[in-house]
């Protein structure tokens, strides 16, 4: 519980124009996206320096308040949410891009920045941070929930295009880690050991990140299918050939359906697959045409059609992104689940056909199906009666079984949405409880108070 004498250091530490102790900025920073139980967090500050965060982590360290870093609050595992209630620390206002460094492909950014602010900015010197999730999150969320997105089959996910970071541990004390050479074998990677951990080990202030050039050419491809399960065989066929998609999604009947029904879209409505390959030349994207065109009859494609120009490609993938939030809007007052599990590329089509199956016996709900396909991700919306029991009944029977599901199949329980609060009963099963045991040790040799975002990721010390 803060005190008035706890707010009122807070606010020489950060200036007045920095915090907030009111109902609307507590209630906007205690949910974030998914269907988990809304906290309160009893203090909001907004630092704007390294230092005020140092300084804020010391003093919360000192009194034993949880403090929980907020990007832009779009996670769907509960990550974000201040369950021990304390301060939320919001990196909105510390969003300066500190260097391009064009002639290495890397960007120095505050960790407070919206992917897609920075990537308007960085198109200027024809680059781009090319991992994308759906939604505009900050770069330290996506560096906290290692989040990845529909160009990661090509491109990596966050993980894979961070070199180094700034970051305040629990005590206030500040770190670099890496640096900002492309090979790196200095000792252990503290860098990625940060990368993934939801603000449980520390707060992340800075970050270089890898970039990529923006694509010269681009070919897109909408191809679709009689079942999912022949488009998820498809998309097995498409990366085992070798061929190498910068995007590769899979959208069920369902899916597609709603995107039509939402706007001034024509797909087939049958399973597509939104496919694209982005290349030096218009030869080399020739060539990767004809294969995924011959891999995709081979695979029993109903239609094929490529060759959308720029403007109507970008429409389609900004209608690719938009669809969870657009789903959500046409279910008011319903409940939903946003599942993420994948699998080795190989066991992706029994992945998809177990989801689609359980799907269509679980009464009482509507499923929609969309993948990041091409790197084994699944994602499944569910929409039912908005009720505990609905919630708990749907949770075990689709959530819990699909997990368990892309477990068995030597996959993971998250792609891409972290462990947050819903997905720290299966870290055991997937990980093994030595595993387990070493990343609670790891939290405890961090943050021996157990300050920092507490709740999640794993049990509380
Ligand atoms: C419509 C929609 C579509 C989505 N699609 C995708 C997708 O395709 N792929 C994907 O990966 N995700 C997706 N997401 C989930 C979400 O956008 C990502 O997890 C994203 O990385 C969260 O970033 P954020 O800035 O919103 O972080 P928040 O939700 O605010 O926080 C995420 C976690 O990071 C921690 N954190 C935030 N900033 C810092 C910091 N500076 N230092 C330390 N810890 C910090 C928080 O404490 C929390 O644990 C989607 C979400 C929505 C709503």
Redesign the pocket.
């Known amino acids: 519980m803060l005190t008035s004498e706890h707010t009122a250091t807070l606010t020489t530490i950060v200036g007045p124009e920095h915090i907030a102790t009111g109902d609307s900025e507590r209630s906007l920073h205690s949910r974030?996206?998914s269907s988990h139980a809304a906290h309160l967090p009893e203090v909001v500050v907004w630092p704007t320096t390294t230092e005020h965060v140092r300084l804020v982590a010391a003093f919360a360290n000192q009194h034993r308040i949880p403090v929980?870093?907020?990007?832009?609050?779009?996670?769907?595992e509960g990550?974000?949410i201040p369950v021990e209630g304390g301060i939320v620390v919001d990196?909105a206002r510390m969003n300066r891009i500190l260097a391009v460094h064009a002639e290495d492909f890397q960007v120095t950014v505050q960790?407070g920045v919206l992917y897609q602010d920075m990537n308007k900015t960085l198109a200027r010197f024809g680059l781009f941070f090319a991992p994308d999730?759906?939604?505009n999150?900050?770069i330290?969320?996506?560096i906290?929930?290692n989040?990845?997105?529909t160009r990661t089959v090509r491109y990596g996910a966050t993980r894979d295009n961070v070199l180094a970071l700034e970051v305040v541990l629990a005590n206030g004390d500040v770190i670099r880690t890496g640096s900002r050479s492309i090979k790196q074998a200095a000792g252990y990677d503290l860098t990625h050991l940060f990368v993934g951990s939801?603000?449980t080990l520390g707060?992340?202030t800075e970050a270089t990140l890898k970039l990529a050039p923006l694509p010269e050419h681009f070919s897109a491809v909408v191809t679709s299918f009689a079942t999912t399960e022949e488009a998820a065989e498809a998309v097995f066929n498409i990366i085992g050939t070798g061929l190498s998609p910068a995007a590769l999604e899979l959208v069920d009947t369902a899916t597609v359906a709603a995107i039509n029904g939402a706007g001034e879209f024509d797909l087939p409505v049958a399973p597509n697959l939104f496919i694209e390959f982005h290349g030096a030349t218009e030869a080399t994207l020739e060539t990767e045409l004809k294969l995924v065109r011959a891999v995709c009859a081979e695979s029993g494609c109903r239609t094929f059609t490529s060759g959308l120009g720029r403007a109507a490609r970008n429409r389609r993938w900004d209608a690719r992104h938009e669809v969870?939030?657009l789903l959500i809007r046409t279910h008011p007052g319903h409940g939903y689940i946003i599942t993420d599990a994948a699998v080795p590329i190989s066991q992706y089509p029994a992945l998809v056909a177990d989801t689609a199956e359980t799907l269509r016996e679980l009464e009482g709900v509507r499923g929609f199906l969309v993948g990041h396909a091409g790197d084994g991700n699944m994602h499944a919306i569910v929409f039912f009666a908005d009720t505990p029991d609905e919630y708990a009944r749907v949770q075990q029977a689709f959530n819990d079984h699909i997990v368990e599901k892309a477990i068995s199949l030597g996959g993971t329980c998250t792609g891409?949405?972290?462990i947050g609060i819903g997905k720290q009963k299966f870290l055991a099963q997937e990980l093994g409880t030595n595993s387990v045991e070493l990343m609670r040790q790891l939290k405890a040799l961090l943050d021996p108070n157990g300050i920092l975002?507490p709740g999640?990721v794993v049990s509380p010390i």
């Open positions: 974030d996206q929980t870093a907020w990007g832009a609050g779009s996670s769907l990550n974000p990196f960790t999730p759906g939604a999150a900050s330290g969320g996506m906290a929930n989040a990845s997105g939801e603000g707060l992340v969870a939030e891409e949405h972290g975002n999640k």
